[in-house]
Structures are given as C-alpha cells and as structure tokens.
C-alpha cells in the first residue's frame, strides 16, 4: 500500500511534464516605443494575459487558419492580420509574430527604425522653467502634433504590405505581357500552358490585393471603427482627472503614455477633443488606400490585357475554322463532280446493249464535253450558294 501511494505523486508529475512538452508555443517580437526588442516564446494564453485579447481575436492571427486581411480596434489592443503581418498593436508596445519569418524580418528592422521618436520632448523640470513662453508653446504645439504610438506601428504594416502586394504585381507585368504577346504570335500548347498559369497567379493576386483594399475602405467608411484604434486617446482619457475611470493595472508605467496623458490633459483644459475626430487616421488610410488601389487598378489591367488576347486567339481560331470549313467545301463540291464523271461512266460501262451505240462513235465526245460542263456549273452553284451564306470569304 505504501508503494502504491508512492506512485501517485510520480505519475501526476510526469503528466504535468508531458503536458508543459505539448503545449504549443509561438515566436513573438516585442518592441517598444524606445525601439528595443525582446524575443519571446509563449503560449496562447501568455500572449491573451499580456495584451488584454481575447481568444476569439488571437484566432485570426493563426496562420493555420484561413482568415482573411483584417484590422481589428478593440478597446486596449489592434489586431492586424495583413498577409504575412500578423501583429498586436497596443499604445507602447507591438507584438509581430514569426519575427524569422524571411518576408517579416524587413518589418521588423524598419519598426526598430521607425517606431522611436526622432526629437527628445522630455526635458528636465528646471530647463523648462528657463524657456520663453514662446518656444514653451512651440514645444506643446510639436507635442500635441505628436503621432501617436499605435498609428507608427500601423503606418510601418500598411507600408510593408502595399509595398510587398505592388512588388508582387510588377513581377506579375513582367511575365505576363511578354507571355501573351508571345501567345498572340504562336499558339502552341507551351505557350497556351504558360499563361494559364499566369492567369490563375494573376487571380490569386486579385483577390488578396481586393482583401486589403476592402479592409481598408471598410475602415474609412465607419468613423466608429476608426475612433476605436486611438489606443492613445483612450488610454489618455481614462487616466485624465475628469474622468470617473482609473488606469489599467495590466499597463506597467510608462514615461511615454505618461507624456501623450499630460499633453491630453493640457489640451483638455483649453478645448474638449471630440471622440470621433478621426482626421489624423482617415488621412493615414486613405493615402495607402489608393496606393492598394492602384495597384489593384493594375491588376485590372493586366486582367483586361488578358481578355483581349483570348478575344485574339479565339478570332484567330475561328479564321481557321472557316478556312476548314472552306477547304471542306471545296473538296465535297469535287467530289460530287467526281461522281458525276462515275455516273457518266458508269452507264456507259453497263454491257448491255442499246441501239444507239451503234454507229454512234461520236457521241463520246459530245457526252465528255456535256459532263464537264455540267461538273462546273455544279461546282460553281455550290461555291456561289456557300458565300451567299458567308460560310467562306469572297
């Protein structure tokens, strides 16, 4: 008995341990507004408690799942689930998953570069005490002109993945045109191949570029959902003094929330900020909107180049097709004259005896020169009937 309860504590730790082994972690990078990184590898559920996200929205970042190009506001976080850009966007800090991935590491090295501020807007207390009044309000006026953490972060996404979509589309141009125009010259079975498969890379493409740009016109249409990605301002807002809310124990200090707080608090005093005074962000989405949309304008083309060559060919396919039609026309109207020099033949061939085949030598000649004659007329009938009808060309 005693062995027996000895053994339970051993198999509850090895169940324990084989669950730790099986649970599924992920790569993460976290970067902070300073531009530092830090490597992690978590769990689901670390990621859920770091970030406040529910496991609803972490779903569309699985890329085992076919989720399509989204741009979530939540109330502390945005999803952003752009192709390969999968990332969680708080006020101070971005979470990108697979950071090794190759088409991620250029994200990753251009928010290390972008995501610090360019000019120091802290100063010690005694140093703003010495300024003028005039370069004090300047210096409130670039802070307040500041642009927000969240929007940084998404600005360097949105660049990356029109960037990424137009690359891919001039790659596309670039086999494509000199494919059909080659098809157009010789259609061969090589050829015909070829540009299929252009094609259905060509669709393939469509559709993942129409998945963003609807993202993003979604985004532009409603001010609401817009309103929801101003982590800053929310986050501002619950911490000023006028309101009845308290910051969120999850948020760890910050000294740049704390100065995006304090100027919230300052431009409060003079005018109350409306909630759904989207301008900054509207004008953010709308210059890479029509970037997407250019490049699906393109894609437009090229679909429309695509038509036009097959309305070609299948001209070209029906040219010959008449031209058989013609030939076949021809070789059927000979034959019906061939058949007519068979019947002739085949009358006089019979060996039965007729009276006017005596002493009548010369009507051999008059029955040739009456069959040829009658062989023409057919076959000129025939020919005159078949244009009249437009079956071949005059």
């Known amino acids: 008995m005693a062995r027996e309860a000895y053994l339970v504590p051993v198999v509850e730790a090895q169940v324990a341990t084989l669950k730790k082994k099986t649970a599924a972690t992920t790569i993460w990078i976290s970067m902070d507004a300073k531009g530092q990184s830090v490597i992690l590898d978590v769990d689901k559920y670390a990621i859920m408690r770091r970030v406040q996200v529910h496991a609803r929205d972490l779903r569309i970042l699985d890329p085992m799942l076919s989720y399509p190009s989204t741009i979530l506001g939540r109330e502390k976080v945005i999803v952003l689930n752009l192709e390969h850009i999968k990332a969680i966007i708080t006020a101070e800090e971005v979470l990108l998953r697979d950071p090794y991935d190759d088409n991620v590491i250029p994200i990753v090295a251009e928010l290390k570069r972008r995501l610090p501020q360019d000019n120091l807007t802290c100063q010690d207390q005694g140093e703003e005490e010495e300024e003028q009044p005039s370069a004090r309000n300047d210096m409130d006026t670039e802070e307040e ?14 660049e990356a993945i029109c960037s990424f979509l137009d690359a891919r589309t001039r790659e596309l141009e670039i086999d494509a045109y000199p494919a059909l125009d080659e098809l157009t010259s010789k259609i061969s079975s090589r050829n015909l191949d070829r540009v299929r498969k252009l094609k259905s890379a060509m669709t393939r493409l469509t559709n993942r570029v129409q998945k963003v740009r609807d993202e993003l ?6 001010d609401d959902d817009m309103a929801d990605l101003y982590l800053s301002r929310k986050l501002a807002g619950a911490c000023s003094p006028v309101s009845s809310f308290s910051v969120p124990s999850w948020y760890p200090p910050s000294p740049t929330i704390g100065s995006k707080i304090s100027r919230t608090t300052r431009a409060s005093a003079v005018t109350v900020e409306e909630d759904n005074d989207v301008e900054e962000l509207e004008m953010l989405l709308e210059a890479y909107f029509m970037q997407i949309d250019s490049t699906l304008n393109k894609l437009t083309t090229l679909r429309e180049y695509i038509d036009d060559t097959e309305d ?13 039609i013609q030939l076949e026309l021809f070789v059927s109207s000979g034959t ?9 033949a ?23 020169i009456l069959t040829g004659l009658l062989c023409t007329l057919t076959f000129t009938s025939i ?12």
């Not at 016109?217 to 409603?222: A, I, P």
């Open 145 to 158: 002109n500041e642009f927000p953490f969240e929007f940084r972060a998404l600005e360097v996404a949105l």
């Open 217 to 222: 016109e979604q985004l532009l249409d409603d």
């Open 312 to 324: 070609y060919i299948n001209i070209q396919l029906d040219n010959h097709r008449n031209q058989l």
């Open 336 to 344: 019906v004259c061939l058949s007519i020099y068979s019947l002739v």
């Open 346 to 368: 085949a009358i006089f061939g019979m060996n039965i005896p007729y009276t006017w085949k005596e002493g009548h030598e010369y009507m051999f000649k008059w029955v040739v």
């Open 383 to 394: 020919v005159s009937y078949a244009r009249h009808k437009g079956l071949i060309g005059s």
